[in-house]
């Protein structure tokens, strides 16, 4: 804030840390499919106790409940893959920014060597 911008670190600047961006994209997309994982196998589990629940009630509850986890699992997963490969975009394309500006860099301290 020391520019007087307001922005900490200075105004127009954009930082990024982009060995932690992909870390992260990796990480969440990790955790996603875990998830989607485990919602699908308790899924399945429910659907295995609703063929062993006799009642009008209890087995298509269980049916349902485990048809739903399934879908939503899935849904999950895919929502965050989709996350993940925006942060990997993302920093490719900060990478490809860096280059360029240190490109222009060199270009500029060349035409004043």
Do not use: I, W
């Not at 895919?78 to 222009?104: C, I, L, P």
Request: glycine share 18%.
């Amino acid at each position: 804030m020391a520019d007087g911008t307001g922005v900490p670190g200075g105004g127009g600047v954009v930082r990024a840390d982009l060995d932690m961006l992909a870390s992260h994209a990796q990480g969440l997309q990790d955790v996603s499919d875990l998830q989607g994982q485990l919602m699908y196998q308790l899924g399945q589990v429910m659907e295995g106790l609703a063929s062993t629940l006799r009642g009008d009630q209890g087995g298509p509850a269980c049916q349902a409940a485990g048809e739903r986890l399934m879908h939503d699992g899935q849904q999950f997963t895919a929502k965050f893959a989709d996350h993940s490969d925006m942060m990997t975009n993302n920093r490719v394309n900060y990478g490809h920014g860096d280059s360029d500006v240190a490109q222009n860099f060199h270009g500029l301290m060349g035409l004043h060597g």
